[in-house]
C-alpha cells in the first residue's frame, strides 16, 4: 500500500547549521508530496508541498524536490534557526475512491540550540 | 479570523463515558477530516465528509461515530471512551480538488482515566 518514510528523530542541532530531513515515499500513480511542521501545542501547517516529478516546493528558507527516480522528498534548509524547533511530517496525497487524502510519515522531532 | 477551530481543546474523561468533539472551517471547503495523532506523533486519518457525505471511512471502531450537520461543520461522538482512545485528534478541511492543501485545526487532546 501507500506509505511514507522518514528519518528518526530527534534530529539536533545548533543555529545555522544545515538541516536535511530525509522522506521516501511508496505509492501508486503519482501523487502530490508534502511537508508539514507542528509547532508545539498546535495543529499542523503546511511548509511547503510538489505536486509533480521534478518540482521543487519552498518556504521560509526549506525547500524539498520531487524525486520520482528516488521515490523521495527530502527536506533542507541552509541555516536553522532556534525558531525552526518542531515536528516535521512528510506526506503524501492518494486518490480514495475519487478523493484524496493524506498518508503520513511517522514525523521527525528538530530541535535547534542556540 | 481563525480557520479551522476545534472545541474543546483539552477534554479529560473517565472510561466508559461518551463524549463529542467540534469541528468548525470557515474556508469555504467542501471536504472536512478528523485524524488521530498517538503519543508517539503518529497521524492517521479516520473520516472524510464530502459536502455532509462520508467518503472516506478508515479501520476505525464503531464507537466513533462522525456527523457534518453542514459543510462547514464536522463532529466527533465517541462512545463507551476507552484507555487507547487518549490522543490528539485533529480536524482539516480542504476543497475538493485532488492534491488540494490541507488546514489543520489546532487538535483537541483527549485523555481517557
Known amino acids: 500500500g501507500d506509505s511514507v518514510t522518514q528519518m528518526e528523530g530527534p534530529v539536533t542541532l545548533s543555529e545555522e547549521a544545515f538541516l536535511t530531513i530525509n522522506c521516501t515515499y511508496t505509492?501508486?500513480?503519482?501523487?502530490?508530496l508534502f511537508w508539514y511542521v507542528q509547532y508545539p501545542g498546535e495543529g499542523l501547517q503546511l511548509l511547503l508541498k510538489a505536486t509533480k516529478a521534478d518540482d521543487k516546493g519552498s518556504n521560509k528558507g526549506f525547500e524539498a524536490t520531487y524525486r520520482k527516480e528516488t521515490t523521495s522528498f527530502h527536506l533542507e534548509k541552509g541555516s536553522v534557526q532556534v525558531s525552526d524547533s518542531a515536528v516535521y511530517f512528510c506526506a503524501l496525497s492518494v486518490s480514495s475512491g475519487g478523493y484524496n487524502k493524506l498518508i503520513f510519515g511517522a514525523g521527525t522531532r528538530l530541535a535547534v540550540h542556540p | 479570523d481563525t480557520a479551522v477551530s476545534q472545541t474543546p481543546k483539552y477534554l479529560v474523561t473517565q472510561m466508559g463515558n461518551d463524549k463529542s468533539i467540534k469541528c468548525e472551517q470557515n474556508?469555504?471547503?467542501?471536504?472536512m477530516y478528523w485524524y488521530k495523532q498517538d503519543s508517539k506523533k503518529f497521524l492517521k486519518i479516520m473520516f472524510s465528509?464530502?459536502?455532509?457525505?462520508?467518503?472516506i471511512n478508515e479501520t476505525v471502531p464503531n464507537r466513533f461515530s462522525p456527523k457534518s450537520p453542514d459543510k462547514a461543520h464536522l463532529n466527533l461522538h465517541i462512545n463507551s471512551l476507552e484507555l487507547g482512545d487518549s490522543a490528539v485528534y485533529f480536524c482539516a478541511s480542504s476543497q475538493e480538488a485532488a492534491r488540494a492543501e490541507q488546514f489543520f485545526g489546532p487538535g483537541t487532546r483527549l485523555t481517557v482515566l
Open positions: 465528509y464530502n459536502n455532509k457525505e462520508l467518503i
Open positions: 505509492a501508486t500513480g503519482y501523487p502530490s
Open positions: 474556508l469555504g471547503h467542501d471536504t
